[in-house]
C-alpha cells in the first residue's frame, strides 16, 4: 500500500505541476481614437474644391462627418495617387467611416467644381480610430493545477509516512490426527 501511494502522489503531482504550467495566449483588441477636426468650418467657391489630409497607418479606420450649410456637393477620399476610396455625388451632409489598405497619406476633398455660381459652407469633423492587439498570456488551470498539487503533496507524504506494513507469515498448522477409542 505504501509503495503504491508514494507512486500515486508523485503521479497526482506531476500533473498538477505539468497543468499550471501550460499558458493559453489570447489577442485583446481594443481601439484609440484621436481627432483630427472638429466642427471645422470650410467654405468652397463655385468651380473649387476644398481638400484635407489625413495620415493612416494600414488598418487606421477614418470616421468622417460632413454637414453642409445650403445646397449639396461632392465628397471623396482619396489616396495619395489620386485614386478615389470613397465617392459620394451632390450630398447634404454624410457620415462615412472608411479603413486604410495601406500606410500613407489620404486626403477628404470637398468638390464644387459641378456649380457654376452657389459657393458651400459646412463643417467636418474627421477621427481616426486606431485599432490596438495585445497578446495576454493566461494560465487558465491555476487554480484547478494548485489543487491537484495539494492533492498529491497529500498523498505522497502519506505514502511517505506510514510504515511498512509487515509481512505475515503464514503459520503451518500441524495436522493432529485425533485417534478416538472405542
Same mark, same amino acid.
Given at each position: ?7 500515486? /502522489?508523485?503521479?497526482?503531482?506531476? $500533473? ?7 499558458? *493559453? #495566449? &489570447?489577442?485583446?483588441?481594443?481601439? %484609440? ?37 445650403? /445646397?449639396?456637393?461632392?465628397?471623396? $477620399? ?7 476610396? *470613397? #465617392? &459620394?455625388?451632390?450630398?447634404?451632409? %454624410? ?88
Amino acid at each position: 500500500m505504501r509503495r503504491w501511494a508514494v507512486f500515486l /502522489g508523485a503521479v497526482i503531482l506531476l $500533473i498538477g505541476i505539468l497543468i499550471s504550467g501550460t499558458p *493559453v #495566449e &489570447r489577442e485583446i483588441t481594443s481601439q %484609440t481614437s484621436r481627432t483630427i477636426l472638429e466642427n471645422e468650418q470650410w467654405y468652397v467657391l463655385p468651380g473649387q474644391y476644398k481638400s484635407f489630409p489625413v495620415s493612416l497607418s494600414a488598418g487606421e479606420s477614418m470616421d468622417v462627418y460632413l454637414r453642409l450649410d445650403w /445646397g449639396d456637393i461632392n465628397f471623396y $477620399i482619396m489616396d495619395q495617387n489620386g485614386k478615389k476610396c *470613397v #465617392e &459620394r455625388w451632390r450630398i447634404t451632409g %454624410t457620415s462615412e467611416s472608411w479603413t486604410a489598405p495601406s500606410s500613407g497619406t489620404y486626403y477628404i476633398v470637398l468638390d464644387n467644381t459641378f456649380s457654376l455660381i452657389t459657393p458651400k459652407r459646412g463643417y467636418l469633423t474627421v477621427r481616426v480610430v486606431s485599432p490596438l492587439t495585445s497578446l495576454v498570456r493566461e494560465y487558465p488551470y491555476g487554480g484547478l493545477a494548485g489543487l491537484i498539487i495539494l492533492i498529491g503533496i497529500i498523498v505522497l507524504i502519506y505514502g511517505l509516512v506510514t510504515k511498512r506494513e509487515k509481512a505475515v507469515k503464514p503459520v503451518k498448522v500441524a495436522e493432529v490426527e485425533l485417534s478416538l477409542q472405542k
